[in-house]
């Protein structure tokens, strides 16, 4: 597992963890919490402060630093080749209200991190390198969440999306102007690859004892109601069979959801709400309704979850379902996600490959280019979370493994 | 079922069904919603507006009206022998808000359609007979609810009854002062016989097509609060196998309730609330809480059902359960229930045995008198609840056997 890399031949710039580290820390001020996470949602004063350090660090770099109409910021390194297109890394500063210091920031502070490695080392790629730092990946504050990613791959226009408010009635173009973040003109470059670096928010990785996750893709996702209808009637005058009762009805779907989850592999399903009327001790349910989760990979999986989903409704009486949202699964380049392991195994670290569970900037890139993404454990699968918490060293193995599959890429592209 | 009374010999007094009825019309306007139901709660202006009423009504037919101190009203219509016992019916003029019109009004007309059948007739009884409107039965506005019969049977004491307030800041007596029922002597007679004729507020008279319920005891219940404790993660990133999900433990414990229930007829065991933490469609739950509702007509039901729920708590990892509240069961006189089944029949209506699920002023006169009640049907078992409704025909029906059963009852106690 920690096979020094001093002992290959060929020189490697190496990740300088401790300043990773300290740009961490650095960051979480920018909104922090005092409890060890930070609020710093999208566009605040807190995120024009953030924004301001990076730009600040990328400069000391000898970055170019471009800001397009919807405030994404892209600092790019030059390589041999100025013809070439750029590779791009990058993710988010932004933070959920009462969120980690993690989540997004290590992908954006890992590509810095990236770049100062290259610039001590004095190795320079052929294609210009850049690291983005994409506007509202969270959508705490503007609807829908990755709009500046989704900007930039043509997903979103951006007329509307500058024209989204908050519940303040701010429009995005208003706060763009307010912290003097909307660029004059789009940045136009599409890039050769993207990657991305970012915290797995899940358990599987630190379970297994795994270092390193090998992204493959992001799973599609559909949202469910589910009404499940009863009668509503007194605990001690309603004899058990004369009850129809819609809590006990909804404890049966409930079990056949989560078996159908199991039975989908690696697909999950949740049943993460359930509203109970009148929800009194002494009265016998006579309605409940549920709110359901399904994710998977792969369009057919999530097809197969839907007919058996379909089918346990359509065996419970007097209960019906229906399909509120539904997002596509994003498969992403398989170049790329071989280059992020072939990266792990050169850094000597363990990998799986892995499915995200939750949506990410990625998946707007790999729209636009061949993308891959990086992850690293998170501690008790926390994120969204004051607690969330990955250490310095899977920080720094994160950081390396992007440095090297940069690397690659910039190899295999050239 | 409808063999005609006048076949027989005896001459009987009969209730006079239409105006039974025209009293269940003239009541339900003293407080009444507009939607067929009556907001009627205890010691308000419209609780006084119909035991005025009442009093006027009781007064045209002879009865000496006594008041207690707590409010409840006694109206006796004098029998044969000044030295006996009181034998005592009625029930409750007070209502829920967004309550009906016959729960514990028709146990008070009934009684007051006895005494006009008696006089009509020109029979007089051996006992005296007492009609009686206990305070404060719902407990809407005034918790204990049933506190009038709970003073008059010595199971509450006066001071602590007087004192108790409602939401505003004003005690009992100041209400009974306000509405000028405050009377200021206990009426200190233990009655022969306690009969009180009540709505059913359940579906089992109606779904048998059974016409009186003969009402053997009060169910004892138990109040038991469950937590069930999981971990809370994120929807799409957390696999199946790695979940520990509160909700779909709560859905196996709900189920296991629903089974002891069924298993221990005539209990009856219900999950009516169940809260749920956070409640987010895309976060796994991390906590349930569940209040359980069990009650059984027998002390040894009541064990062997609380014997059996703490089981499957016990058997659900990280649950703890918790009882809150025991009510003891209330058996009722068999002699008195005898003479309602023998009403009942020489009514020629169909009966059968039933146990109240829900709490009565007769289960507080259980410990005073021999106690006995009369059901009739619920429509859809309703009750608590503005569509609460019983035909004219039907509270005849059961006028009728509360008449049969207080002659029954004055012969056997003579």
Redesign the interface.
């Known amino acids: 597992m920690d096979q020094p890399l001093a002992s290959r031949t060929a020189p490697t710039p190496r990740i300088d963890a401790v300043q990773l580290n300290a740009d961490i820390e650095a960051t979480a001020r920018f909104g922090g919490t005092g409890n060890g996470g930070v609020s710093r949602l999208t566009l605040t004063p807190e995120d024009k402060a953030v924004r301001d350090w990076f730009v600040a660090r990328c400069i000391e770099l000898g970055c170019r630093v471009d800001v397009d109409p919807i405030g994404n910021l892209f600092a790019s390194y030059p390589g041999r080749n100025a013809a070439l297109p750029v590779i791009m890394t990058g993710s988010h500063l932004d933070t959920q209200p009462g969120g980690g210091r993690y989540d997004g920031v290590l992908g954006v502070l890992a590509g810095l991190a990236a770049l100062r490695a290259l610039k001590s080392s004095g190795i320079v790629t052929e294609h210009p390198l850049t690291v983005v730092n994409w506007t509202n990946e969270e959508g705490s504050r503007f609807s829908p969440a990755m709009f500046g990613s989704g900007v930039h791959a043509g997903a979103i226009a951006l007329d509307e999306a500058l024209a989204v408010r908050d519940r303040a009635g701010i429009s995005v173009g208003e706060a763009l102007d307010a912290i003097g973040y909307r660029g004059s003109q789009a940045y136009r470059q599409t890039p050769a690859a993207y990657v991305e670096l970012h915290i797995?928010?899940?358990?599987?990785l630190e379970?297994e004892g795994t270092a390193i996750g090998t992204v493959t893709g992001v799973?599609g996702?559909r949202?469910f109601d589910v009404v499940i209808e009863g009668t509503e009637?007194?605990?001690?005058?309603?004899?058990?069979?004369?009850r129809r009762?819609a809590?006990?009805a909804?404890?049966?779907l409930?079990?056949a959801v989560?078996a159908i989850?199991?039975a989908h592999?690696?697909g999950?399903?949740?049943?993460?709400?359930?509203?109970?009327s009148p929800?009194?001790?002494?009265?016998?349910?006579g309605r409940v309704n549920l709110?359901?989760?399904m994710?998977h990979p792969s369009q057919t999986g999530l097809d197969a979850m839907e007919t058996a989903l379909r089918q346990a409704v359509a065996g419970q009486a007097d209960s019906r379902i229906e399909r509120i949202w539904a997002k596509q699964p994003v498969a992403f380049d398989p170049a790329c996600i071989e280059a992020v392991r072939q990266a792990a195994v050169g850094c000597g670290l363990s990998c799986r490959d892995i499915a995200?569970?939750?949506g990410h900037d990625a998946a707007h890139l790999a729209a636009l280019a061949p993308t891959a993404m990086i992850f690293i454990p998170s501690r008790d699968?926390?994120?969204?979370n004051e607690r969330e918490y990955s250490s310095p060293r899977q920080c720094a193995d994160g950081a390396e493994v992007l440095l090297r599959t940069l690397l690659e890429l910039d190899r295999r592209l050239a």
Chains 1, 2 share one sequence.
């Not at 999950?268 to 109970?276: K, R, S």
């Not at 929800?279 to 349910?285: A, E, G, H, I, L």
């Not at 699968?381 to 969204?384: A, E, R, Y």
């Open positions: 797995e928010q899940g358990p599987v379970a799973q996702l949202w009637s007194h605990a001690g005058s309603t004899p058990m069979a004369n009762d809590l006990t909804a404890a049966r409930i079990l989560e989850g199991r592999a690696p999950v399903l949740t049943v993460g709400h359930a509203g109970i929800n009194s001790r002494n009265v016998v349910p709110q359901i989760d994710r995200s569970g939750a699968g926390l994120s969204h």
